[in-house]
């Protein structure tokens, strides 16, 4: 049983706490106007220190105020301010201000598009999580936000049109049907858990949460979305990301081949093989480990630099959109000269496409030899592990779906090493 004091200590420093919000929120709501004094359901709290930039949540949640005044939404005005549009229209403020983006409101002017006072500026708890007076009022009522993403639902209402199309490209990426993913296999993902956490929002939050110790499944599974790779609350990472100990990317927390050994299939070896740990490593041979694209050194974005390729907003007489690099594809169409785009590469490469070509086709070349070797290799024989570790390192490179781009020089090693093995069958 719990220790009484303790639960009574609580219990007295919540009440405090409350009383506290509701005396600020009645001095704010007496000369704020609509949405600090409107009706309970609708009524926002906004900051109860605007100096200091404390939201009346973070009066009990400390925590997250700490690590949300450190993230961009905590200075959301002040980009605004600094261009001349601080004012309350309807273009701008509502996505750099406490409004009904983000949350279930549906009112324009609810916020700061309708209530231009201080104490609704910048992305507050409230712009996802929605007004909180209901909560004050009744702490057994909880604001919760929504992870969905779209247009029209969660962080797709601000981070979206021409200038920022962030749900507009993810959209158009594997992520957003990543809960669906197994259909085509018989396999129903979003209810396997060890498959959810790398395919469902919630079970992968829940598996970082824990440190990838607990997996769970859901009711309701999103795929995996903004809020996914994102802490919203800030967690002191660059970009909010979320990662686990000392994972350099948040992309490998998936994009792994896992605890597998020859036999098995390597699922998605994108990091492995890029950290140069990806295959199967005969004995007494020799191979290639981390290759440039995978050290911090020369390469210290690693996934991102391939992966996330961005370009400013063109406008004109024939604007072209943003790109934000959220399809995750590397060496995306470029709109503005439809070719694709090798901006990445061409910090380290000279003629990227034309060495890209030639890379492909060798790996291709050996690729089908591996396979037609694979393909003569007696049954009786097959329980070898020079064709087991063939077999394992011709999956690698086909389940990585980067043709070994991710390393090239172990990737045509492992391949090489695997034809001649199976040659000494």
């Not at 049954?379 to 070898?384: F, I, K």
């Not at 390393?407 to 069958?425: I, T, Y």
Request: glycine share 10%.
């Amino acid at each position: 049983m719990a220790d009484r004091s303790a639960v009574w200590g609580w219990r007295t420093l919540l009440v405090a706490c409350l009383a506290t919000m509701a005396a600020t929120m009645w001095q704010c709501g007496g000369g704020g106007g609509d949405s600090l004094s409107g009706p309970l359901p609708d009524r926002f709290l906004g900051l109860v220190n605007v100096e200091q930039n404390v939201t009346q949540c973070g009066e009990c949640h400390a925590n997250e105020q700490s690590r949300w005044a450190r993230t961009a939404h905590a200075a959301a005005f002040q980009t605004l301010a600094d261009i001349g549009r601080e004012g309350p229209d309807l273009s701008c403020a509502p996505c750099h201000n406490v409004s009904a983006n983000g949350n279930a409101l549906t009112d324009p002017l609810a916020g700061f598009p309708g209530t231009p006072t201080a104490e609704l500026r910048n992305v507050q708890c409230e712009s996802c999580h929605g007004p909180g007076a209901t909560h004050v009022a009744d702490v057994k009522q909880h604001p919760e936000p929504s992870i969905k993403v779209s247009l029209d639902d969660g962080c797709g209402e601000c981070h979206q049109d021409e200038h920022h199309p962030f749900v507009e490209e993810w959209m158009e990426s594997a992520h957003a049907q990543s809960h669906l993913s197994g259909q085509a296999f018989g396999l129903n993902v979003a209810a396997d858990p060890e498959c959810a956490y790398c395919h469902v929002t919630q079970s992968f939050i829940e598996f970082i949460a824990t440190d990838g110790e607990r997996q769970i499944i859901t009711a309701n599974p999103e795929p995996i979305n903004c809020v996914a790779c994102h802490d919203p609350h800030g967690n002191g990472n660059e970009h909010q990301v979320r990662v686990i100990g000392d994972e350099p990317i948040v992309c490998g927390q998936c994009h792994n081949q896992g605890p597998v050994m020859i036999g098995d299939a390597p699922h998605h070896p994108q990091r492995d093989l890029l950290l140069g740990t990806a295959g199967f490593e005969f004995p007494g041979e020799v191979f290639p480990g981390a290759g440039t694209h995978g050290t911090i050194e020369s390469n210290p974005d690693l996934c991102v630099t391939c992966h996330v390729v961005t370009r400013p907003f063109q406008g004109g007489e024939f604007p072209i959109p943003a790109q934000v690099g959220h399809t995750f594809e590397p060496i995306p169409l470029d709109e503005a000269t439809g070719e694709r785009d090798f901006s990445s590469c061409q910090p380290c490469h000279r003629d990227p496409a034309t060495r890209l070509a030639a890379f492909r086709a060798q790996i291709d070349q050996i690729a089908a030899d591996l396979e037609a070797a694979l393909a003569a290799v007696p049954e009786v024989e097959r329980d070898s592990e020079e064709y087991e570790g063939a077999l394992f390192n011709l999956q690698t490179l086909v389940n990585d779906k980067s043709h070994g781009v991710h390393n090239p020089n172990r990737m045509r090693r492992l391949l090489q090493v695997s034809l001649d093995k199976l040659g000494e069958l």
